[in-house]
Structures are given as C-alpha cells and as structure tokens.
C-alpha cells in the first residue's frame, strides 16, 4: 500500500521568505510524486511531477521540489514567499501509470503574511 | 477551454435522503474521476472512469454509492441513502490520458456535501 505524509498542517512564512512545505511518502516501487494547490472556492491545481530523471523539479508559479529517494521526501518549496502563495497544498503519490489513482496527503495550509 | 464543473457547490440533506453530485468533464477527456475529503483529512480515491466504463471503483466506500457516466460525458455519483459519515467535499477530476505522461488532472472545484 502507498501512503503519504505531510506533517504539518499550517505554515506560516513572511513574505518575501523561501518556504517549504514537506511530504515524505511511502510506497513499494517506483514513485509517481504530485503537488497541488488548492485556493479559495478553487478545485485543485496541478503544480509540478515528478516522474523520472532529474531529482529537483521546477513547476508553476515558481514553485520547484526535489526528490529525495534516501529520504522518501518531495518538499515543496519556493525561494520567495509571495502573499498570494496563501492556499492549501496537496502531495500525492501513485505506484503506476494511473496517476489518477493517487493517494493524497491532508494538505498543508500555507499562509504568507505581508 | 472550459474547466471541469461539479454542482451543487454545496449541499445540506438529512440523514436517509439521497442525494446526487453532479461532475461536467473537460470535453473530450475520456478519463473522469471521483475523489472525496472526509472530516478536512486525505482526499481519497473513489473511482476512475474511462468513457463510459467503470475503469477502477476499488475506493467506493459501499454500496450507498452509485457512480454513472452517461454516454461517456458528465458523471453522477449518487448518495442513497446518506448517512453522517459522508459529509465531506467531493472532487472531480478529468484527463485526457490516464498515465504519468499527463499535466496533472484538472480538477472541479468540488461539491460540499453536508448530512445532518
């Protein structure tokens, strides 16, 4: 079975700050890693992948994670903070293919404060 | 284009009633999914559809839950009947392909469903 994990339920960043946002997973194989906002009355919103190769990931809205396999870690993470950034942020994995079948962490509440 | 839309937003029924969400794909995607958020924890995989064809329903909790997917557009995930323990978001999501090599899936903005 997969599971993920993100341990903290809110993180408080100033703007202007680099902020990161941490999910470690567990799963048997090779992992299929998302990350996902989610803002206000919005549905989800796909942010970066990462499927094979290079282990940092650059995604959108200058969001970037890397893969750690030692660490079973994919933290989200940004160099500056933005106001804006405020949402709440999803990581899932998926074992194969149908990454549509992906397990989904409780979310981390991100609030960037002016 | 168009996003993928679910309605109701919101919806408040009493224990026993039955209720029906309703999730309006991209056009044109083939794959459609249903998700749910319990209790504001992990969202958790219901069912996969591809077309009209139930792909994968490991995550239907039981069997109150009926999903459809008429002619391979919109989908309907029925709730009959609700009990406390539904209450929850229910999210959509549609791609065009099923594998990795997608951008991510686009994903409705979810329904809150409310038993009471």
Same mark, same amino acid.
């Given at each position: 079975a997969q599971s993920v994990?993100?341990?903290?339920?809110?993180v408080n960043v100033a703007e202007g700050n680099p902020l990161t946002v941490k999910c470690t997973y567990s799963v048997s194989g090779n992992p299929y890693l998302f990350w996902y906002v989610q803002y206000p009355n919005r549905g989800l919103q796909f942010l970066l992948k990462?499927?094979?190769?290079?282990?940092?990931?650059k995604g959108s809205y200058g969001f970037e994670a890397e893969f750690n396999k030692s660490q079973t870690s994919f933290h989200l993470k940004k160099p500056s903070a933005?106001?804006?950034?405020?949402?709440?942020?999803?990581c899932a994995v998926a074992l194969n293919t149908n990454a549509g079948k992906s397990t989904f962490g409780d979310g981390t509440t991100l609030t960037v404060k002016p | 284009e168009a996003g993928v839309t679910q309605f109701p937003s919101h919806s408040v029924i009493e224990k026993g009633?039955?209720?029906?969400?309703?999730?309006?794909?991209?056009? +044109?995607h083939d794959n459609l999914y249903w998700y749910r958020? #319990?209790? +504001?924890?992990?969202?958790?995989f219901l069912?996969?559809? #591809?077309?009209e064809s139930k792909q994968d329903e490991s995550g239907m909790p039981n069997n109150r839950f009926l999903a459809e997917r008429t002619g391979g557009t919109y989908s309907t995930l029925k709730v009959q009947p609700a009990e406390l323990e539904d209450s929850g978001v229910y999210f959509c999501a549609s791609s065009h392909y099923s594998g990795t090599g997608a951008a991510g899936y686009t994903f409705g903005s979810g329904t809150r469903l409310t038993v009471v």
């Open positions: 994990a993100q341990p903290e339920d809110q990462y499927i094979t190769g290079d282990n940092l990931v933005l106001v804006s950034d405020s949402a709440l942020y999803f | 009633q039955t209720v029906t969400l309703r999730c309006d794909p991209i056009s +044109g958020r #319990v209790m +504001g924890k992990e969202i958790k069912l996969h559809f #591809v077309k």
